[in-house]
């Protein structure tokens, strides 16, 4: 695979649970009590090693790299679920998942609940879709 080269997360807690992710972003490695299957899809795996890894402004760049990729759901649960610190995970920031566990303490799933969330989503468009065909 082009560009794919797993790296170990730079761990800056000791409490934090062993993550694989590479430094650039979730390109490869596994996860302590998840599938980690969908980081050989991110966007960001043949990005820059460290630009999701940057601070300030610089990470408003550094979302955009999450725009569209087809595993967000999946890599911002990965991020919250296992309380990850550092960088851009699934289009947030770090800041911005602090902020998020703060207003959501009870959450014991975020993957579970994006996946609720997602699939909502996509049964509601679904629907607006057939809506459409059926009206012209
Ligand atoms: S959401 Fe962003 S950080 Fe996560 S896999 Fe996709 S591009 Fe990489």
Redesign the pocket.
Known sequence: MDGFRPRTVRVRSTTRPKVGRCRS??RGGDSVGSNTDWMLH???RTADPDA?FVEGAAQNRAKA??AG?P??TE?LAEALDHRIEHG????MTDRERRALLRRRPTVMSWRGLLEQARAEYERQAADGRKELTRTG
Do not use: E, N, Q
Not at 88 to 91: D, E, F, I, S
């Open positions: 972003g979730p991110g966007s960001c999701l790299v999450c990729c595993v967000l890599c851009v995970w699934g289009g």
